[in-house]
């Protein structure tokens, strides 16, 4: 399954750099997805990931990367395994 990054982890004032919102293509199933692994794959390395919750009430759920996203990412496709 595949997914798009839609922004970063965030507050009022904070933003979180390795937390993700992703929007699954699929997003009434996306409670199914949780503790599944997520791929950012660029041209040169992959950032690996795991979805850890909900976000929200259409489908969005969270992921932690194993280090900060960069801005490029927002608006790209995930893998979701």
Known sequence: MKGIITSYRRGRGTQT???MIILPENPEKSA????KKVIYKTKTKEIKGEITALHGNKG???ARFETGMPGQSLLREV???
């Open 17 to 19: 750099g390795n937390q």
């Open 32 to 35: 199914e997805l949780i503790g």
């Open 60 to 62: 969005a759920v969270r």
């Open 79 to 81: 893998i979701i395994e």
